[in-house]
């Protein structure tokens, strides 16, 4: 037999107030609007490796905030910046744009780019003045110049054509694809040098990253269509 009866009230009468008043206030700050990271005229590095190096799965990402190099900047100054406000990789910035290429020089009613780099004239302007571009592909429409024009600062210049060669190209360390990210000669693309096999049959030393497009440093050269012009004598 149990000891007593079992009882039909609750032991505790029900609540109908919520046990805290709710926040208007959001739990976390949202998180601050990223910059663009600093544009460089030359490939930046400090002397423990490049921007690669300070990715999320690089040796170097730790030391984002610390590790300093000399930075080549867009307006002609040189001077010591930390990785992560250069180096998209970090997470801090953001990676510049790049400049939309055009088949002809750019120029609007006021002057061409050299105007609108910094100290010059047009400098001011750069996200009011608009011109027609003739871009790749032979579209032609008015664009503002700070899209096109790499002296505003608000774009990168795009990388040249890498060198075009008769053959193959490689150094002492091996070919093109050992100079690709994550091989083993990517961090010697400035330094590495090796004869090339130019159009046209000049031998010469040149440096990988003006050759190999796995260096990052220059695009590679749009294949040659045989037919193009049309052949007097040939299969075309």
């Given amino acids: 037999m149990p000891s007593s009866m079992p009882s039909s009230m609750p032991s505790l009468q029900p609540t109908f107030m919520p046990s805290a008043k709710p926040s208007s206030m959001p739990s976390s700050q949202p998180s601050p609007k990223l910059e663009h990271c600093l544009p460089t005229e ?12 300070y ?8 030391f984002c905030l610390e590790d300093e190099g000399l930075a080549a900047l ?54 009011e003045d608009e011109g027609l571009a003739v871009l790749k592909g032979g579209q032609v429409k008015s664009v503002r110049a700070n899209t096109v024009c790499s002296e505003c600062g608000d774009c990168l210049a795009p990388a040249p054509v890498c060198a075009a060669t008769e053959e193959p190209f490689e ?15 990517h961090a ?8 090339a096999v130019l159009k046209g049959g000049q031998v010469k030393s040149v440096r990988a990253n003006t050759v190999c497009s796995e260096c990052g440093d220059c695009l590679a050269p749009e294949p040659v269509d045989p037919c193009d012009p049309p052949q007097v004598s040939g299969y075309c």
């Fill in 171 to 185: 150094t002492e360390w091996g070919d093109c694809s050992t100079y690709a990210p994550g091989e083993g000669n």
């Fill in 55 to 62: 990715a999320p799965d690089g040796d170097n990402h730790a």
């Fill in 188 to 195: 010697f693309c400035m330094e590495d040098e090796g004869l």
């Fill in 42 to 53: 030359e490939p930046f590095e400090t002397e423990w490796g490049d921007c690669l190096t």
């Fill in 74 to 127: 867009m307006d002609g100054q040189v001077k010591s910046v930390r990785a992560n406000t250069v180096c998209s990789e970090c997470g801090d910035c953001l990676a510049q744009p790049v400049c939309a290429v055009t088949e002809e020089p750019f120029e609007t009613i006021y002057g061409d780019c050299s105007t609108y780099a910094p100290g010059e004239g047009n400098h001011a302007f750069c996200s």
